[in-house]
């Protein structure tokens, strides 16, 4: 496993790869890797021979205001991590290289940028859409690995992929749960024990509203409605949003279907924490349900 | 020479042809060809074996008052003009397959896109660079060639190339004039015989501008100066801006040196014209000048 700092190396190794007839699937991590990221490269691995994960903290994701400072940072336990995956590189850039002195050309994401995350986060998806459209042009895989969990992010990616005619493909994969549901995520770190305990409010605020549904309720307001009740049942956390969306637009859905995407967003302390649902028929497992939203994208 | 319709069909032309170790070069223009446009065609022939000419007049790049509408379009006139170069393809998509139903991620260019054409203009840039980051990504050429004729725009491009970390070249070749003097422009098509008499105040503001700087004049507002003097003692003309500017950012030069860039526009009748030169000490040639700005900007 080839540990990659420079641009021109990266694509030095681009080059030879794909010289040599091999393309290669790309996992775009922030670093403090756990199982989701894990089950991205797993999944990267099963279908490509060549494998390439980058680990970038990129600061023009973050608000002035956000966590970049204290963002979890580890390259060396990362990399032990993902030893045994027998990848070919990690690329681990510094900021400087990605954002040399007279950078200023960004990436304007559209109409999915917008609502939610987008909302709250003034900037973060021009920040996270720009530095995807680098790596993909840096690394040029075949394909790139996203997590569900950020849901909104990967259909920001979706349709830049798609408005900026990029020859590669974007494979989303399920959210990765602790025992007790908790979705896996970097931020968790930051959780005191108690308000580990009060983070479980999120997803139990989506199956809430997912058991309505599968009631047979496709009035979105009265979903939503569940999901607050769980959240507001939790004093420790502060609602963000809770939405049933359409997918490809995370415009509020009118009607709730099989497809349409439950999305949570609460603060507890000094940490916000996102989960999300697609919602289906009761028994339908994580992939069948991604497979959902990939044919109302199509 | 192929004439390709469709996305599909130009990716299948650009695998093909790299498939079987041929690099492209591109010339991305909007058709209505003329001296300027082939000077660029000849100069991809002269580098490559396989050359494509992209013909589309992008819409995201007109204002909501702009000549869209009006902006000559002869598709047989160009593919005859082009017939003699022997290039490998031409690329005339239709604006509904370059903006399909739901398309809304755009190129925000930065600082070299916010004065002169880029205030006089709102948008423009951000059209110019969106298609241009298509047209590469669906053609994927070794080189691209521009003109010094718009050459703000070929400095936000040269940004994005290096912001986006693209693979392709950037060659910017130099302007070419009627015998008079006058840059040749589709645009030029617009002017009454009487309005043409009155373009060529341009190129003599320009070079009023220029023989102040070699008699030593190192002031940008007397350079400056010396060009709005030439466009005022034209009647028919109405400046919209004359500039010494830096190559790279086009804000305002400080002081002028070899490879500051004057340019100016300015409207007659309906019909706005554009100019430019690169300051060079006398004698200095077109692609000596074009040199002085490359290492600059390197």
Chains 1, 2 share one sequence.
Request: net charge neutral; glycine share 6%; with cysteine.
């Amino acid at each position: 496993m080839e540990l990659i700092r420079s641009l021109d190396e990266v694509r030095r190794f681009s080059h030879q790869a794909r010289g040599q007839g091999r393309s290669l699937g790309l996992v775009p991590t922030m670093g403090a890797l756990h199982e989701g990221h894990l089950s991205l490269v797993r999944k990267a691995r099963s279908e490509y021979d060549s494998v390439v994960v980058s680990i970038f903290v990129n600061p023009t994701q973050f608000g002035p205001r956000e966590d970049l400072g204290r963002y979890p940072r580890d390259l060396q336990r990362d990399l032990g991590l993902l030893t045994p995956f027998k990848i070919d590189a990690v690329f681990a850039p510094d900021a400087r290289a990605m954002y040399p002195s007279g950078f200023d050309t960004f990436v304007d994401p559209g109409a999915a940028a917008q609502p939610l995350e987008g909302a709250l986060r003034p900037g973060h998806f021009r920040g996270v859409a720009t530095v995807v459209l680098k790596l993909l042009n840096l690394v040029q895989p075949s394909t790139a690995y996203f997590g569900q969990k950020d849901f909104q992010q990967a259909m920001v990616i979706r349709r830049l992929i798609e408005d900026f005619n990029l020859e590669v493909r974007l494979v989303l994969c399920p959210i990765v749960r602790q025992p007790d549901g908790l979705a896996m995520s970097s931020r968790n770190a930051y959780l005191s024990t108690d308000e580990r305990v009060a983070a479980l409010a999120l997803f139990r605020a989506l199956r809430r509203g997912e058991a309505a549904f599968c009631c047979g309720e496709t009035r979105t307001e009265a979903i939503v409605d569940e999901m607050k009740r769980a959240i507001a049942a939790e004093p420790r956390l502060q609602l963000d949003y809770a939405v049933v969306a359409e997918a490809q637009t995370l415009a509020p859905a009118a009607v709730a279907t099989a497809g349409s995407v439950a999305l949570v967003a609460a603060r507890v302390g000094s940490t916000r924490l996102l989960d999300n649902l697609i919602l289906a028929p009761p028994g339908t497992n994580d992939a069948d349900r991604l497979r959902q939203v990939e044919i109302r994208n199509s």
